[in-house]
């Protein structure tokens, strides 16, 4: 009977870990705090707006506002404002993330099956609580 349990809890423990990334993904996408955002798009803003890197632009960082500069000029040329440029820039992030993360996962899953017994060793306990 506990051999038919364990594919049932592994499942559920699976599914409220998707269901835990999801709700991580949203949250990220609504009220990503991971970097000073209003900094990031005042620097693409100004270069879209004409100011000239070393010339009007002192500020440190100034050299990565290159990409943020070239999705803003995007967004404006086919939207015609800036509404809803932050939720865009986020949307494009969580894109690469993802992008990233499905790559990292292609190289090294056949490392991941370590991982998995690893994670079967450390929620042992925990299937056994329920059973």
Do not use: N
Not at 43 to 64: A, C, T
Not at 102 to 131: H, M, N, Q, S
């Amino acid at each position: 009977m506990s051999h038919t349990k364990k594919p049932t809890i592994e499942k559920i423990i699976l599914a409220l870990l998707g269901l835990l990334a999801l709700a991580a993904l949203v949250r990220t996408m609504f009220l990503g705090l991971e970097i000073d955002e209003e900094y990031a798009l005042s620097l693409g803003y100004r270069l879209v707006s004409g100011d000239r890197l070393f010339y009007d632009m002192w500020e440190p960082h100034q050299l990565s506002s290159l990409p943020a500069a070239a999705l803003l000029a995007m967004f404006i040329g086919i939207t015609g404002g800036t509404t809803g440029v932050l939720v865009f820039f986020r949307l494009v992030v969580l894109a690469c993330k993802a992008g990233m993360s499905c790559v990292f996962y292609r190289e090294f899953r056949r490392d991941l099956g370590k991982v998995r017994e690893a994670y079967e060793e450390i929620l042992a306990p925990l299937t056994k609580i329920t059973e």
